[in-house]
Structure formats: structure tokens, C-alpha cells
């Protein structure tokens, strides 16, 4: 019973952790213009 | 003997009297100024009618040089210049890193009033000294060199920079004087409000050693992408326009961090080179002891430096795709293989050091079964990153591989591969140094369990992250996003070891400390720390040719072009070859160095009691 509790805790800590880098994986992609600018408008 | 004479011996009042003899000069030379000036201005004549002929473009620009400009001193010039400038670099870089990190360590044993720091600081900088007149010797000798075989090119640069050299050579004094200040009032000043005094010499001396680097760096950076003057090489802005050009902070965070990890690779060496020559037991505990903290500094640099790395040649592709080009996709390209290979080397030097370091503590075995998964992903990910793409074949062997590329092995090539096989192998040298740092303590807070499975977590999504973004972006969508994928997995490391280290430092807060069996460590794993140095030296005499040859045929990139016999981009073996004398003989210079301080030696080491 405990080691399930312990499992079933673990995957909502691996879901929320995965929902956070999501987070950041879409934020970046669409910032493109963050990094993208300095490649694609050369000075 | 007359009393006066008696006197001007006596050091002090020497002093006084020349400093007297140079005000004197000082305003005497002063005052005839102004009485010119305020002649020319009583007779009606103007500092513009002094100068003729009257300013042109041509006469205020960059020379145009001819084969004639380039005195012939029977051996190659370029060949000079690169011996001498790679072997002051390889110096300047360690005798401003080494201050770095000792103020760290004596403020660590200040705080913890752990005199073992302290000790290990003061021999630390005892290692950097010797080579700091080294240094300076080099330098003196590279601005020989230089005005002697490149006069055209160094007289352009002094017309740019103008009197910021001047600058430079004074902050060159400054640094000189707090370095000996720092080193030998080390133990005068070692107690109470004094040791406070001693640190803040210490933090004074960094800012003047970072000074020096940035403005050396600014130099550089101004040949490669010239900001502050046209085309024709006319000066149009200050000296802060012509310093901050586009990629002189992406240098500057290169260097200070590469010289960080270089420093620490080089005084670790000197521990293994100590711990194998000792004989007592106390002895080979000390340089154990040091050897792990030099080893800690340089990984803890390394770890971030593929991305400042990174960041350089983003600018280097953003200020001329032809230059960035020129690096990554024509004949330096190569090099870059050449690269995966020695940072494959550290990589794997630097983990098998860690491993071998964990088994000081009967706390390690409970790690041991996952070195096998960490070796396996630092191999495989060494391998992607040397695989190269673009392969010189002639018809037959194109004919037997079915085309330019494998078929298989041919998507390997490319940087998507290559920033996976990358990352992951940051994220494991970081897994091997936190089971490292975890091995002699166990957690005593509550909540260790579910601090576990959080770094667990972030370490699965980390790699898979790492994995979909590098293959997804990298192989099934359009190009444009191939960059931005790369900054998805930089992130994702960075997290890692971000949350990693935060994660720790709360977990292990009073942690019982298991003992360690300082001194007991392979000798094996004491090559390693020799591997590390030489593999970062010759990284470094690699990646900066390369940085310094994507120029091409130009002394200043589009402004002033190189008319001597050497302006041409080398061959690989010619220039694989120079690096390596200059690795050997900056390698012989500081084996010179560890037998210098080796002389005269009086610590008396301190004995581990656990």
C-alpha cells in the first residue's frame, strides 16, 4: 500500500516536472526571435 | 662621507627624492606646454594650422600594406607570432584564473575556520607566481615580436586603440603589485580584522585580472569584427565603441569560464604530481585533498562552457555567415572533430576521476551499480560527436558507400546528433559529480525521499527533452527551427544541474558525514588529473587557431587587409603540428614550474584525522 502511494506520488511529481519543461520547450519555440535573430538578420 | 650622500642611500628617501625629481619634470614640462601654446596663440597661429598636410580618409585609415611591409627574418613570421602568443595565452590564462578561485577557497576557510583551505590557497597562488613572471616575460617578448614582423598591422592597432594600452600597461602595475602584496602578506595578515583586509586584496586583484583579460580580449575581438571605425579602417567612434564590438562579450564569458576550468585542470595536475612523489602518509592525504578541489573547480567550469562556446560562434554566424562558415562548415571544420575528440578525452577523464574519488568512502558503494549506465552514454555520445559528416573520398570508396554519405551513419554527422550526444554527456558528468559530492553523506532531512524522486524526474524529462528536441527539430521540421532546438537542450542541462545543486545544498544540510579515506585513492585516477591539463591545453591552442584563422587573408576582417607571405589559411597538419609544439613546450615550462616551487619547501601537511 505504501509503495503504491509512493508511485502514484512519484508520477505526479514526474508529470508536473515534464508540464514545466513543456512550459519552457514552447516558451523558447516560440520566442523564436530571441536566439533566431542573431543567426537569420546577420548585422 | 658627506651626510646628504648618507642620506639619498637610505631606500626611502631615495624614493622621495625621485618621486620629487618626476613632479618637477612633470610641471616643469607643464608649464613649457602651456607657455608654447600661449605663444602660438599671441602670434595668431592655430593647432589647425600646424597640421598639414590637411586630414584625408587615406592618410587617417587602415594602410594598405604591400610584401614589403613585412621585414623577412628567414623563418616563418606567422610561425614566431603563434608560438609566442599561444604560450603567453596559455600562461595569462592561468595566472588570472588561479586568483580566482583561491580567494574562494580562503574566504570557505575563513568562514568555516577550516585552516586546511587556507593552506591549500596559499600553495595555490605559491604555483601561480612563478608563472606569472613568465607571463609577463612572454607578453614583453609577443610585443617584440609583433612590432618587429607586423609593424604596418601593430602601427593600425596603436591608432585604434591609442592610449588605451596605455591603460592596459597600468593596470599591468597595479596587478603586479596587489599579486605580490596578496601572496606575501599572506600569513602577516592572517588573523581577525586583518584576514578581512587580505581578502579584499584578493578580490581587488581579480577585478584588475579581469580588467586585463577583457581588455586583451577587446584587442582580438576587434581584428575579427572591427566596431568604431569604416571600412577604410577610419576611426569613427571612442574607444568604448572600438572595444564593444559584437563578440566581445561572448569572448569574455568564454575566457573568464575556460580559464577557470584550465587553472583548476593545471594546480590538479600539480597535486597528482605531488601525491605520486610523496612518501608519507599525511603527505599523499594533503594532495588527495587537493587534488579533488582542483578537480571540482574544473569541472564545475566545464560544465557550463559548451554553451558560452556556443553563444561565440552565434555571434561569429550573426556579424558574417561567411566567417562562421568558414569555421564550421570549410576546411576548419575538421577541427571540430578534432575538438569532439579532446572534449570527448576530458569528459571521460574527468568522470573516471570522479569514480575513482568515490571509493574513499564505504557511502559510494551504494552508487556503484550506476557507473556502468554513465559509462556506456559518455562512450556512445563520444562517438555520434566524432563522427564526421562530409568525407574526403575519392570515386571508388564513394562508389562502395553508395553516395557522399553513410546511409546510417551519415545523419550522425550534423549538429542535431551532435548537441544530443552533447548534452547528455554534460548530464551524466554532472550525475557522476552530485553521486560524487553524495558519497561520503547521508540525508537526515525528512522529506529525502521525495527530494529523490523530484531529481529523479527532472533527470528523466531532462534526457528525453534532450532527446525529442535534438531529433524532432533536428531531423522532421523545417531548418529554421534547428537552432532554437539547441536552445531547448542547453535549457534543459542548465536545469539539471541548476536544481541539482540547489536540490543538495538543502537536502545535505546537516548531513552525517561518513569518513573518508583521504590519500587511499588509486593512482590510477591520479592520470587522469594529468590527462585533464594536457587535453585542455591542446584544446586550447586547437580552438584558438581556429577563432584566429577564420580572419582568412585579413589582419582587422574587412579593414586591413594582410599582404605578407603567410596570409593564407594553413593546412591541417602544418597547423595540427605547431599546436602540438606549443602544448609540448608550454607543458615543459610548467613541469620547470612544479620542480621550482617543489624547492625550498617548508608546509607542513596536514594530517586527516578520519
Redesign the interface.
Known sequence: MKERRSLIIWIVVLTATAAVFYAIDQAIMAGQGLPLNWILQPA | MPTWRTGLTRPGLRFWAVLAIFLLAAVAAGSVEAQASDTLISSGITDQDLTSPPVTEESVGAPKLGPRDYPNIGVSSRSVVWVVAQLHLFFAAFVLAVPLFVVVIEWIGQTTHDRRYDDMAHEFMKISLTAYSITALLGGTLSFVLFLLYPGFMAFLMRVFGSQVLVYAGLFFAESTLLYIYYYSWRRLSSGNGKWLHLTLGLLLNAVGTSLLFIANSWATFTMAPSGVTEAGVVTGGIWEIMRG?LWNPLNLHRFIANIAFGGAMVGAYAAFKFLSSTTKADKAHYDWMGYTANFIAVLALLPLPFAGYWLM??I?????QMGITAMGGILAWLFIVQAVLIGTILLAANYYLWSGMSRSEGSKRYDWIIKYIAGVLVLGFLVWVTPHTLILSSDEIATLGGSHHHILGPLGIMPAKNIAVNLMLICTFLSFQLYRRSDKVATVSWE??GN??M???Y???II?VIF?GVY?GYFTNT??K???S??QV??TL?VIISGVILDSFMYRNAKILPSRWGQVSERSQYALFALPVAFTWLMALMGYVRSSVRGHWHVYGVLKDASPDNFIPTIGYAGNMMTIVTVLFLLMVLFIFWLASLGETRKPYVEQS
Open positions: 559584437p552565434a555571434e554566424y550573426a556579424y558574417s555567415q525521499k521525495s524522486a523530484l529523479t524526474a527532472i528523466l524529462v531532462a527533452n528536441a527539430y529554421v527551427y537552432v532554437g532546438a536552445v531547448i535549457v534543459s536545469f
